[in-house]
């Protein structure tokens, strides 16, 4: 794929003796959505971890934007992360004490915005996502299917290049799950953000423009065409 934001060659990770990766090689468009779909416990995860800088491979390379992520240290890694790679996990892991506008201030405060602009911009992201009226309460008092879009807001309020999101609808249940992948995709497109979308609900993958099944460690394209 010549416009690849992100692409990974060769990709090899193991935990001790169990192998997860084996040699993968992977690209994304920008403003592209791909679905990585199969059974648990075949990489789906580990390659998500991969990409987005989370975990180094063994072997292989994460190229984005003709930066070599797997080279990069730690820190440098996480400051991609703030900037430029957003990630959403399946259980939003907002901090408990903060409220929704300071959860999503933080990659933003991280960064060195000013605590006014953050905020301007944590507001402005919720109020997209439907839920501003949630902006000064805290995790604990909203639901699942709120906290989650919360989490969103969080995971866009960088604007980032790439949005990695690992089984975002997992803990919800259906209509809520179809409420985050319906802001998700809208927002994505409005921005040009290449995401990639690791699930195991083939409703949820039909949400992508493509699929690639993990499989042992191992990837197939396979043609998908967007339900939404």
């Not at 934001?5 to 592209?32: C, H, M, Q």
């Not at 980032?160 to 985050?180: K, N, W």
């Not at 995401?195 to 099944?213: F, K, S």
């Amino acid at each position: 794929m010549n416009d690849a934001i992100l692409s990974a060659r060769g990709l090899v990770k193991s935990y001790g003796n169990s192998p997860a990766l084996r040699g993968v090689t992977f690209e994304v468009a920008a403003g592209e959505i791909v679905a990585v779909t199969g059974p648990s416990g075949c990489g789906k995860s580990t390659l998500l971890h991969c990409l987005s800088g989370i975990l180094r491979p063994d072997a292989g390379e994460v190229v984005y934007r003709e930066q070599r992520v797997d080279l990069m240290p730690e820190s440098a890694r996480a400051r991609l992360r703030r900037s430029e790679l957003g990630v959403l996990f399946q259980f939003g892991q907002l901090v408990a004490e903060l409220t929704a506008a300071e959860n999503v201030s933080l990659p933003l405060l991280l960064a060195g915005t000013g605590r006014r602009a953050a905020r301007t911009a944590a507001l402005t992201w919720l109020d997209r996502l439907g839920v501003a009226e949630l902006a000064e309460q805290r995790p604990g008092e909203m639901s699942g299917g709120q906290q989650q879009r919360v989490a969103l807001a969080r995971a866009l309020v960088t604007e980032p290049r790439v949005l990695f999101a690992d089984e975002p609808t997992g803990a919800l249940d259906t209509l809520a799950g179809e409420q985050v992948m319906a802001h998700l995709v809208r927002l994505a497109r409005a921005h040009r953000t290449a995401v990639v979308l690791v699930t195991h609900e083939p409703r949820i993958a039909g949400y992508a423009d493509r699929e690639v099944i993990m499989r042992d460690g191992e990837l197939a394209d396979v043609a998908l065409a967007a339900a939404r």
